[in-house]
Nanobody, 115 residues
Framework: QLQLVESGGGLVQPGGSLRLSCAAS???????MGWYRQPPGKQRELVAR???????YYLDSVKGRFTISRDNAKNTVYLQMDSLKPEDTAVYYC??????????WGQGTQVTVSS
């Protein structure tokens, strides 16, 4: 059974940085990979995504602070998070789209931003 394994979450002070990683448990190609997050008491939202060709999308509130990248050879996607704010506190989920209607999810990793 294919799984997406996430790492890199944790506790950080405002203004700090974290780098999230997500790797597939087996060799597989995803047309699109991305990161979602779910703040406490709120709906899950798309944070960033990157297509196989390199095009990216970012949630407006993270533009200029977060950077998404992928290593297709390693089936891995990263999210570099800089200038973190308390509002970024959430459970972050990795997502990979295999084809239309066929996607996979990580189990989630907690990111907490507080002083």
């Amino acid at each position: 059974q294919l799984q997406l394994v996430e790492s890199g979450g944790g506790l950080v002070q405002p203004g700090g940085s974290l780098r999230l990683s997500c790797a597939a448990s087996r060799t597989i190609f995803f047309y699109v990979m991305g990161w979602y997050r779910q703040p406490p008491g709120k709906q899950r939202e798309l944070v960033a995504r990157v297509a196989s060709g390199g095009s990216t999308y970012y949630l407006d509130s993270v533009k200029g602070r977060f950077t998404i990248s992928r290593d297709n050879a390693k089936n891995t996607v990263y999210l570099q998070m800089d200038s973190l704010k308390p509002e970024d506190t959430a459970v972050y989920y990795c997502n990979g789209v295999r084809s239309v209607g066929s996607d996979y999810w990580g189990q989630g990793t907690q990111v907490t931003v507080s002083s």
